[in-house]
Structure formats: C-alpha cells, structure tokens
C-alpha cells in the first residue's frame, strides 16, 4: 500500500509539471540559465598600493606552526602580509635596490629550497609582497651577512657551500616572469665561505680548510693562498685598502695581495664577525663579554667590556646597539666603544644555541633615530627611539611566532 502511494505522488507531480504554462516555464529556464552570468559579473579594480608608507619591515618567523615572512608597514606597525615558506628559514638578505628578498633554509632536511619574495618596492609607493620564485639548485645555502647580501660588482652571489658551489646572477634573474639565470662557479671543495672584493681581486675565505684564497677577478685562477685556520668573519676598508680576516687565535690582515699583518686577540674570546664603526671595526661573536676595537689605521686590538654576555648587535656607524643575553639594551658610541646609555628590555633571554638548522636569535634593524628589535622568545618586536644620547622604549608590536631575522626597506 505504501509503494502505490509513492507512485501515485509521482505520477501526479509528473502531471502538474505537464500543465505549466509555457511562459512560466519559460521565465524559470530563463533565471537558471542567468544565475552565472550574475555570479561573474565585471567589478572595479582598486590600486593595490599603501601610499601612506614611509618604510617597511620584513620579519623572519621561525613559529612552531611553520616558517612565515611578515611585512610590518612603517611607521603604523601593520602586518600587511603574511608569505609561508619551507620550514626553519636560516637567512634573509635584499637584493641591492630592495625589489627582492632571498630566504636560505636551514640545513636539517635534503630539500633546501632559496626562496625569492618581491617586495612589493616600486616608484611611488609600495604594494602587496609576493611569493616570486622557489629556487631548489643546491644545499647549504649562504647568501650574505646579517642584513647584506653578497655581491661581486653588481651580481649577487649565492654558495651552495654542501655541493661546492656558487652562483652569480642579476636581480633580473629574480624578476617573476624572467627564468633564473645565473653563472656557476666551482669552489675548491664542500665548505664554509665567506667573500671580500678588494681593489687587487677576489678574496674567497674557506673555514674548514682555514685558508684565504686570492682569485683575479674573473674568478678563474687562485693567485695567492694565506693560512687562516678556522675562518669566520671578515671585513674590508675602502679608505685603507686592507682587507681583514678572523681566524681562530688571530686577526689576518692584507693589503694589495700581501699580508701586512697578525693580530693576536687580547683575551680568550675569539672574534666571529665585524661591524663597522667610526674609523673602526667592532669584533664579536655570540656570548662574547667584550667588544673587540679594531684601528684599521693603527692596527691594533683593544677589548670592550660590555658587563655582560652578548646575544646580538647592530652598527648605524656612529653608535652601536648592543643586546646583552639578560635582556639589556645598550647604546654605544661608534668610535671608542663607550657606553652612552642602558635600559632594561626584555626578560631575559633561553640559553639556546644557533645552528645551521634555523634561526633562532634576535635581530636588530635601524631606521634613523629608531630601531625594532626581533624578540622570539615572546614573540614581539620593541619599538625603540635614539634620539641624542637616550634610549626610549616606544611600544612593543605583537607579531606572535618566534620573530627572527629582520630586514629594513626604506
């Protein structure tokens, strides 16, 4: 009985469909067949730029919940965009005319993706950054220092330092719609490198060889080799010619192709990086206790005492910010060392060391008479002003993750 039910409500709606008027009907069809159209229909284009922006930062995430680039607008601190990448990001540098960002992975997996970002810098304004291009060429990538990339006369240079070796290429080669093209150059062996161009050539730095190479600059032949065990962190000073390398009880000095000099370090502490100052350079390293003054003239090596173990620092040339392990800020004056001022940041900061697995330490970028600085262990960024000889904590901008490496695009 039930079965005849249901075929007789069928039957009869089958009936009632037979007598709809055709222009009823018609008018149906015609609204189905018109839903789309609508859906699509034209909308007005708005120009995707932020006139209104003096600067903009970019923020190397390393959070738990995967590898992030945030893009803080200055000065309203917006994050005006968020570009996933393959996770634990290593390093972040600009290109030249700050068009471009390369991110290195670290190296903990066999996929070690250089990851270009266009940073949306264009004449007039700025724009929406993007996701340009995924490079997979190599392993170990090291593509600059802090917040510089490395460069030979204008080509970029990016080592591939695990498959022994490196590229050169154009900021042309980076651009969304061009193939990346770039010269390879066959280093010595798998490595560590660091480059210094100077006015007699090419200088190429190998740590685990403990070397410094001297190439013409065609990068075609070594024509002199200088002993350098441990190497990591060099410099050159155009207003002397002399190019300056740390090695691991000493610094090596050249001039012109030929060593003039070897400075033992003062103390224990050996240095692993330079920072130009007024007239000098500043050696550190992490959780150095002292700032190592180096006379480019004088050649000569004098510690500075910070009174603490030092995370991280930055130079604007006549002054120095020095983050300090337990949270403390310091402004240094950029030719002697001394200590103009000190405030007490952050809490103070895990015992963790840096691998080549990721970054994980705090970053310093300066704008002028103000600087931001990566927290990651609480996730912020501190505002910090520097007018005269003051420093003033301005706000604290919360960006969540583990905020890193930074880079300042004015």
Known sequence: MIMHYHYFRAARAQREVGRMRPVRLGLILLALAGAPALAHAAVPEAPEV?????????????????????????????????????????????????????????????????????????????????LAKSL????????????????????????????GVAYLFSEEALHPLRAFEARTWR??????????????????????????????????????????????????????????????????????????????????????????GEGVFFGYSDGVTALQRLDLNGLSLTPIPLGGSLIWM????????????????????????????ETRLTTPFPDKDEDTGGAILPDIALFGDKAYLSLPHRGLLAEVGLGGDRIRVLRFLRVGGNPTRLVPLP
Request: positive net charge; contains cysteine.
């Open 314 to 341: 930055q130079s604007a040339g006549t002054r120095l910010l020095v983050l300090l392990k337990d949270g403390r800020l310091q402004l240094r004056e950029g030719g002697e060392g001394r200590l103009l001022a």
């Open 136 to 163: 997979l060429l190599g392993r170990g990538w090291n593509i600059g220092h802090g917040q510089k990339p490395y460069t030979l006369g204008d080509r970029l240079v990016a080592f591939a330092e695990r498959d």
């Open 50 to 130: 932020y006139r209104e922006t003096e600067a903009r930062l970019f923020v190397l995430d390393n959070g738990p919940g995967g590898t992030q680039v945030l893009a803080l607008d200055l000065p309203r601190g917006e994050v005006v965009a968020r570009i996933s990448l393959p996770p634990r990001g290593m390093s972040m540098v600009p290109s030249p005319s700050g068009q471009y960002l390369l991110v290195g992975r670290g190296r903990d997996t066999d996929r070690q993706w250089l990851s270009v970002i266009w940073t949306g810098k264009e004449e007039g304004g700025w724009r929406r950054p993007v």
């Open 187 to 276: 280093l010595p062996n798998p490595d560590h490198y660091h480059i210094v161009e100077a006015p007699e050539g090419v200088y190429l730095a190998l740590l685990a060889r403990g070397q410094v190479l001297l190439y013409d600059r065609d990068l075609q032949e070594a024509k002199a080799s200088f002993p350098c065990p441990v190497q990591h962190g060099e410099g050159f000073d155009p207003g002397t010619g002399r190019s300056f390398f740390a090695c691991a009880q000493e610094v090596l000095i050249l001039e012109g192709g030929k060593g003039v000099a070897r400075l033992p370090y003062p103390g224990r502490e050996r240095i692993g990086a330079f920072h130009k």
